[in-house]
């Protein structure tokens, strides 16, 4: 009678082990899921900004939004490191600061060439207003 307590005993033990060890597999695979569940929501978040900017600049409209995408990933994502926002790439960020290279050298090189323009087109329409207009700035330069 002893060995078959002891038997049953054995059996109720080796049911408990394997309920344990299932127990900790599905806890195991619940871990497993949800950190693939974030690392997938991150990927999204990154290919729907990458999308974004690849689909907007086909045209000059969706250059200036992908500049301004990039802008705030730029700021938001690589200087104050948000974790919302992702980061840009080493590749996008050369990317990114030759485009504000180039708009802030064509944004001065397009106001010098407006004001050429404008005192070229205000000496040939009125010599002695450009005339004026250049002696005063000439005497504010000197100080008088």
């Given at each position: 009678?002893?060995?078959?307590?002891?038997?049953?005993?054995?059996?109720?033990?080796?049911?408990?082990?394997?309920?344990a060890k299932q127990a900790v597999k599905i806890?195991?695979?619940?871990?497993?899921?949800?950190?693939?569940?974030?690392?997938?929501?991150?990927?999204?978040?990154?290919?729907?900004?990458?999308?974004?900017?690849?689909?907007?600049?086909?045209?000059?409209?969706?250059?200036?939004i992908t500049y301004a995408i990039m802008t705030?990933?730029?700021?938001?994502?690589?200087?104050?490191?948000?974790?919302?926002?992702?980061?840009?790439?080493?590749?996008?960020?050369?990317?990114?600061?030759?485009?504000?290279?180039?708009?802030?050298v064509g944004t001065i090189a397009a106001l010098?060439?407006?004001?050429?323009?404008?005192?070229?087109?205000?000496?040939?329409?009125?010599?002695?207003?450009?005339?004026?207009?250049?002696?005063?700035?000439?005497?504010?330069?000197?100080?008088?």
């Open positions: 009678m002893s060995e078959l307590l002891q038997q049953l005993d054995e059996g109720i033990n080796k049911r408990r082990l394997a309920e806890l195991g695979k619940k871990r497993v899921a949800a950190k693939a569940k974030k690392k997938i929501q991150d990927l999204q978040k990154k290919a729907v900004l990458k999308s974004a900017k690849g689909g907007t600049a086909a045209t000059l409209l969706g250059l200036v705030i990933q730029f700021i938001a994502g690589n200087i104050f490191e948000s974790k919302n926002i992702p980061k840009l790439g080493l590749g996008e960020t050369i990317i990114w600061v030759c485009a504000t290279f180039l708009i802030i010098t060439f407006s004001i050429i323009m404008i005192m070229g087109t205000i000496s040939i329409a009125c010599p002695a207003c450009a005339l004026t207009m250049f002696g005063a700035e000439i005497i504010s330069y000197l100080g008088f």
